[in-house]
């Protein structure tokens, strides 16, 4: 709650991102984001629950954050989010070119092939995020779901009171759908794959 106070704080009044105290407390969030101990959205009994004030923290990180350059082998990124690491620890299998960003909790045995996932979002166990497949900022995905090649999973951070996309446990998205922002998939939903008509929900 002391976290959760001091956010909302700051978030009122920005002058405070200047103070350590307050950089400190949204740098804390970020990292329980990363570690799946927070996050953006959560079940409530049989509802979910949107947690805004963590939302207001994702958003307060990019200004306190300074560019950086990354090198990964021979691949160069100039960013202020650093890249996940860690994932034979994490027991995540990630191909060559899968990209998850720090604050985003990816589970043990996800696979990640080629694709992209953002701050804030939440990959349960045993979810397989296929080929060029995108898992947009604070969206949340749950265990065993498979997302095919080149679905899109929206994001939102702004406003905070808009709700991510939710996918529950053992859904299949087909490929090339896009989800977007508000949208919550039921368990296990098969949502169908894009054949020359708008798979957009």
Same mark, same amino acid.
């Given at each position: 709650?002391?976290?959760?106070?001091?956010?909302?704080?700051?978030?009122?009044?920005?002058?405070?991102?200047?103070?350590?105290?307050?950089?400190?407390?949204?740098?804390?969030?970020?990292?329980?984001?990363?570690?799946?101990?927070?996050?953006?959205?959560?079940?409530?009994?049989?509802?979910?629950?949107?947690?805004?004030?963590?939302?207001?923290?994702?958003?307060?990180?990019?200004?306190?954050?300074?560019?950086?350059?990354?090198?990964?082998?021979?691949?160069?990124?100039?960013?202020?989010?650093?890249?996940?690491?860690?994932?034979?620890?994490?027991?995540?299998?990630?191909?060559?070119?899968?990209?998850a960003r720090y604050g985003s909790y990816v589970s043990k045995g996800v696979i990640l092939?080629?694709?992209? +996932?953002?701050?804030?979002?939440? &990959?349960? #166990? !045993?979810?397989? %995020?296929?080929?060029? $497949?995108?898992? =947009? *900022?604070?969206?949340?995905?749950?265990?065993?779901v498979h997302l095919s090649g080149g679905v899109g999973l929206g994001g939102v951070l702004?406003?905070?009171?808009?709700?991510?996309?939710?996918?529950?446990?053992?859904?299949? +998205?087909?490929?090339?759908?896009? &989800?977007? #922002? !508000?949208?919550? %998939?039921?368990?296990? $939903?098969?949502? =169908? *794959?894009?054949?020359?008509?708008?798979?957009?929900?």
């Amino acid at each position: 709650m002391e976290l959760k106070e001091l956010i909302e704080k700051t978030w009122l009044d920005r002058e405070l991102l200047k103070e350590g105290q307050s950089q400190d407390a949204v740098r804390e969030v970020v990292a329980l984001l990363d570690k799946g101990e927070l996050r953006v959205a959560e079940p409530d009994g049989e509802k979910w629950k949107v947690n805004e004030w963590i939302k207001k923290a994702v958003i307060m990180y990019f200004p306190i954050q300074q560019m950086e350059t990354i090198e990964v082998g021979p691949f160069e990124f100039h960013d202020k989010i650093a890249l996940k690491r860690d994932y034979k620890k994490l027991g995540v299998r990630v191909v060559p070119h899968a990209i998850a960003r720090y604050g985003s909790y990816v589970s043990k045995g996800v696979i990640l092939m080629p694709s992209y +996932v953002n701050i804030g979002a939440y &990959v349960d #166990e !045993g979810t397989m %995020v296929d080929t060029w $497949a995108t898992v =947009g *900022s604070c969206a949340q995905v749950g265990k065993h779901v498979h997302l095919s090649g080149g679905v899109g999973l929206g994001g939102v951070l702004e406003p905070v009171q808009a709700a991510p996309v939710i996918i529950e446990d053992n859904v299949f +998205v087909g490929s090339r759908c896009i &989800v977007v #922002e !508000g949208v919550h %998939v039921g368990k296990e $939903a098969v949502l =169908g *794959s894009q054949r020359g008509v708008d798979c957009q929900f």
